[in-house]
Each structure stands twice: as C-alpha cells, then as structure tokens.
C-alpha cells in the first residue's frame, strides 16, 4: 500500500505502482473539473503526485471510470497513457468488474435478480430516463443486485453493474419503486425535505487486470457508518461488500 498523502490531501490511497493509483473517493466531490469549480479527484491526486513526487511540470493522470458527484468509494486511476487507454479498453469489453452498495427506500420485491432497461439521458436538465422497451436515443443498461438485509422499510442493497451508463444504479432502482435513500432527484420520499441528505451509493469493489503486469488486481473499500449506512452493522456492510467481488481470472 503507497503511503498516506499529508496535510490537507484527504484521498486515501488503496493501491499504488508505477503504471495506476487506486483510490477511495470521498461523497460529494467531483471526479473531474465541472462548472462549480470545487476540488475535483484528478486535480487532487495531480497535486499529490506532483509533491510525493517531487516531480516537474505537469502531471498525466487518466480517469478511466467515473463515480457521480454524491458517490464515494474505489477508483482505479491510470498514471501512464499505455495504462489509461489498456483499461479503458477493459471498461469497453465489460471485462472491468465493478460493484456497489446502495441503501434503498423501500425493499425490492425479489431478494435477487437482474434488471434490464433501456436509459436516455437528458443533457439539459442532467437527468434520465429509464424506458422497459427500446426507445429512441435510448442505451441499454444491465445489473444484478442481491437485497443483503432490510430494516424499517429501507435495504442494504448489492449491486453489480455490466454496463456503465449515466446515473444508472439510481435510475435502475427507482425503476422498480426502490430509489436510492437520500435521491431526491429519482424519487426518495423519506428525505425529500432534507436538504443535503447525502445518496446512499458507494463504490465498494473495483476488480481489473493490471494494464501491464496482467495481475488482476481486486480493490476493496467499505463506507464508513454515517448517514444511512449507520443503519447496518459492520458485519452487514462487510457481508454486502463480497456479494459480487468474485474475480474474473479469464478475461
């Protein structure tokens, strides 16, 4: 494990070589630059590099997935242009393994399945759209989610994604009445008059092979128990996290 940035750099770091840096995101920050200006992941873990370093001139650092704003958890970064462009081939094939937790509002009525739709994203108003069928300008979306434990009408949810589409874990949720606790934007209800109630998503396991090595490199990380994940202990949330990390040594 690399060493822990110091002084005000709060990105922990999970995993680091010469060719990636694995890191756990923290909630309500953006991956990369936006309108708002606000401190982005790629502008931090640049200016950490750059200081642990000690190095010259700019800094490549290749953002090969994205987390949305409200979401925490792993990101696997690339430090080399051969490593950004091999795993943003892994990410195109599906042969990038990633999984989540989410904690619902409302319980999904089977314990486990599979859900398809078809989601188009509307630039505008940064929302989407979830339709059953094809629809025009629409892109298919698949995960598997597993419930891990339910309590007063909210669930500790499993996910794993096979395509990577906009807002897709809280669209595809909402789609079956269980949008994500502390989504006002797809329908929470509980919260819809809490200002700030955070999103209850986290990006919990990153499983890729290493762009150089061919070491299938599994990355782990669980949130820590505030806001809804209070709600479930730390056996539960630990339990939740190995649903869908099994590695994929074939691909």
Avoid at 60 to 82: E, I, N, Q, W, Y
Avoid at 127 to 133: D, G, L, S
Avoid at 172 to 189: F, H, M, N, V
Avoid at 192 to 211: E, T
């Amino acid at each position: 494990m690399a060493p822990q940035p110091s002084g005000s750099f709060r990105i922990p770091v999970l995993y680091e070589d010469n060719h990636v840096i694995a890191i756990v995101k923290p909630s309500g920050i953006p991956s990369q630059e936006d309108e708002t200006g606000d401190p982005d992941v790629l502008t931090l873990v640049k200016a950490d590099l750059k200081v642990r370093y000690a190095k010259p001139g700019n800094v490549f650092l290749g953002l090969v997935h994205r987390l949305d704003r409200p979401v925490g958890g792993v990101m696997l970064l690339a430090k080399t242009s051969k490593a950004a462009s091999r795993l943003s081939e892994s990410v195109r094939s599906r042969s990038f393994a990633k999984s989540y937790l989410a904690v619902t509002d409302g319980v999904p009525r089977a314990q486990a399945g599979s859900l398809r739709h078809y989601l188009r994203k509307d630039a505008r108003t940064n929302t989407v759209t979830a339709f059953a069928e094809p629809a025009p300008d629409a892109k298919e979306a698949l995960l598997d989610y597993r419930t891990a434990a339910a309590s007063g009408g909210r669930a500790l949810v499993a996910v794993r994604l096979h395509t990577g589409r906009p807002h897709q874990i809280r669209v595809q949720l909402a789609a079956i009445g269980c949008p994500l606790a502390g989504d006002r934007k797809y329908g929470e209800r509980r919260e819809a008059g809490k200002a700030g109630a955070d999103i209850a998503l986290w990006s919990a396991y990153v499983g890729a092979r290493h762009p150089v090595t061919k070491e299938w490199l599994s990355l782990r990380a669980l949130p820590d128990r505030q806001g809804f994940w209070k709600l479930w202990s730390p056996e539960q949330l630990a339990l939740a996290g190995g649903v869908f990390t099994g590695e994929r040594h074939d691909v």
